[in-house]
């Protein structure tokens, strides 16, 4: 193999920093390691400033993972950039722009279950079509499962979203890796996703929204459960904050075959959400799409329409049908299932500066499967 081949830069991606108005995040791989790695650049496609990145590593990798962040951007600007080495070459020019500082109108989208099938491969692309200021992947990302070089196809795949909108993500059962015996964790997608307290819980904030992402396979984890309980808390006491979304893998309602509610997870997290009025909660796991009316004390405060009174109820989505497969439903949907369909799906969500927040879900063919809003 050519040594160009070997310290070529691939899955790029960039993600928030700790603060998402002017930090970006820039992450890729080269099979081989090479000297001076760095991100160039700049306000215009001739770039000029420079980033040097530092290598990290984690015991299982497949090659060298570079990493930059960028600290000096500037809100509501698009910048240019490419990665790689003077040596080993460097990658094609990718640009992204960052959040808005202030109030203002935005959109995200979200899926779960992602995995490498040809329909998360559209998925993605799907997504990427609708220019949101983040895409969040709730968990199940690559389905690995152990097997280290799926992380490099998965990420491969994803650059043509992840280099240009920076994309979030929570872990779900799947980034709990073993590799034969050995159960190694979340140590690949901690290392190889550059998330604000390595991907476990953290939050953070555009325009007037809130996110909240937590670890729902930790959901015993005391300290977990503190934090986000503050992070509820701050968000409820900031009157800066009118929209409190928060995301984590495991649903607490559903009516997926030989899954159905999580009882587990309602006993723990329920009258947290309650108690903090929380507005929209997505999920994944569940390979299907479903979706419920507000909900106080389980069960749903109103049980017909779209358009629903903020604080009357937390409204749950589940779009599990990022692409990995898709799960039966149950005959019947639980007493509080708005809509629900065995689809591959994704959800844009446009948060208004003011006036209601609107979701819309939709099929892999990107036709809608439903669409509702709260104010
Ligand atoms: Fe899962």
Redesign the pocket.
């Known amino acids: 193999m050519p040594h160009a081949m070997r310290t070529e830069p691939r899955q790029l991606r960039i993600a928030f920093g700790a603060d998402p108005l002017t930090q970006i995040s820039i992450t890729w791989q080269t099979r081989q390691p090479v000297k001076n790695p760095v991100v160039e650049y700049g306000e215009t496609p001739n770039l000029g400033r420079r980033a040097v990145a530092e290598r990290v590593r984690y015991p299982y990798e497949t090659g060298a993972i570079y990493r930059a962040l960028l600290t000096d951007l500037k809100p509501g600007h698009r910048y240019y950039y490419r990665v790689g080495s003077a040596e080993g070459g460097f990658s094609r020019a990718y640009d992204f722009r960052t959040p808005r500082a202030g109030l203002h109108d935005f959109v995200f989208t979200a899926f779960a ?1 992602h995995g490498t099938t040809r329909y998360s491969v559209r998925n993605t692309r799907n997504v990427l079509a609708h220019n949101p200021t983040f895409h969040f992947i709730v ?2 990302l690559s389905y690995a499962d152990g097997r280290q070089e799926v992380w490099d196809t998965y990420l491969e795949q994803l650059e043509v979203l992840a280099a240009r909108i920076p994309v979030m993500v929570c872990f ?3 980034e709990n890796e073993r590799i034969g015996e050995q159960r190694i964790g979340y140590v690949a997608a901690e290392t190889r996703f550059a998330m604000p307290n390595r991907g476990q819980y953290y939050e953070f904030t555009i325009s007037n929204a809130r996110f909240v992402a937590f670890n729902s396979n930790e959901r015993k984890d005391e300290q977990q459960y503190a934090w986000l309980e503050r992070a509820l808390q701050r968000a409820r006491a900031d009157r800066t904050i009118r929209w409190l979304i928060v995301f984590a ?1 495991h649903p607490l309602y559903g009516s997926t075959r030989r899954r159905g509610n999580n009882q587990a997870m309602i006993r723990r997290f329920q009258p947290l959400f309650d108690r903090y009025r929380v507005d929209l909660v997505i999920h ?2 569940d390979h299907v799409y479903e979706r419920m009316y507000p909900m106080r004390n389980n069960t749903a405060v109103v049980k017909s329409g779209t358009r629903y009174k903020q604080g009357a109820g937390v409204v749950y989505v589940t779009c599990g049908g990022g692409g990995a497969s898709l799960y039966d439903l149950m005959p019947e949907p639980t007493p509080w299932t708005a809509k629900r369909e065995k689809t591959y799906c994704y959800l844009k969500v446009r948060v208004p500066a003011q006036g209601a927040l609107r979701v819309e879900a939709y099929r892999i063919d990107n036709s809608l499967i439903e669409a509702f809003e709260i104010e």
Do not use: E, I, S, Y
């Open positions: 279950d968990g199940d779900g059962n799947h893998h994944g796991h």
